[in-house]
């Protein structure tokens, strides 16, 4: 199983990035697939998830509004569009798959990991 992501980088506050993660090697419609992020200094949080068919999403409260996780089963991929970005949001920002859950909140029940993205947002 590989998870690539791809999109981070550079804005300034109040921009947008979107973030892409391309899966291989698993039955993607038959997983969940996630976004986490890891700030310096911090530890890993959890930020948007989506179920196999798309049909249950799920934020963390500060990026409710803002970012939008979406996934196209057909090109196995899953996004992550992220507008009005703050200073806070910089992190590295990690997709991660669950094949046993249908979407979760921690990062336990995720069975494997991208490589990360960094996304920096400057005031």
């Known amino acids: 199983v590989q998870l690539q992501a791809s999109g981070g980088g550079l804005v300034q506050a109040g921009g947008s990035l979107r973030l892409s993660c391309a899966a291989s090697?698993?039955?993607?419609?038959?997983?969940?697939m996630g976004w986490f992020r890891q700030a310096p200094g911090k530890e890993r949080e959890f930020v948007a998830a989506i179920s196999g068919s798309g049909g249950r999403i799920y934020y963390v409260d500060s990026v409710k509004g803002r970012f939008t996780i979406s996934r196209d089963n057909a090109k196995n991929m899953v996004y992550l569009e992220m507008n009005s970005l703050k200073p806070e949001d910089t992190a590295i920002y990690y997709c991660?798959?669950?094949?046993?859950?249908?979407?979760?909140?921690?990062?336990?029940?995720?069975?494997?990991w991208g490589q990360g993205t960094l996304v920096t947002v400057s005031s």
């Open positions: 090697g698993l039955t993607f419609r038959g997983v969940a």
């Open positions: 991660a798959a669950s094949t046993r859950y249908a979407g979760s909140y921690d990062a336990p029940n995720y069975d494997f």
